[in-house]
């Protein structure tokens, strides 16, 4: 299934580490077990505030 939001590339482009984005999608998995599409744009929404947060 090809992803709506691609969190991955934005990871590597914000230069969020591996270990981050795990947690995110492990908490993202929790919240929306049923739905990919939520899932990807929490992770994505999250990882931009992590990068503004974390200049």
């Given at each position: 299934?090809?992803?709506?939001?691609?969190?991955?590339?934005?990871?590597?482009?914000?230069?969020?580490?591996?270990?981050?984005?795990g947690?995110?999608?492990?908490?993202?998995?929790?919240?929306?077990?049923?739905?990919?599409?939520?899932k990807?744009?929490?992770?994505?929404?999250?990882?931009?505030?992590?990068?503004?947060?974390?200049?």
């Open positions: 299934m090809t992803p709506m939001f691609d969190y991955k590339v934005a990871s590597k482009n914000l230069r969020i580490s591996e270990s981050i984005v947690k995110l999608e492990k908490e993202a998995k929790s919240e929306f077990p049923n739905d990919a599409m939520l990807e744009l929490h992770i994505l929404r999250a990882l931009k505030a992590y990068a503004r947060l974390n200049k």
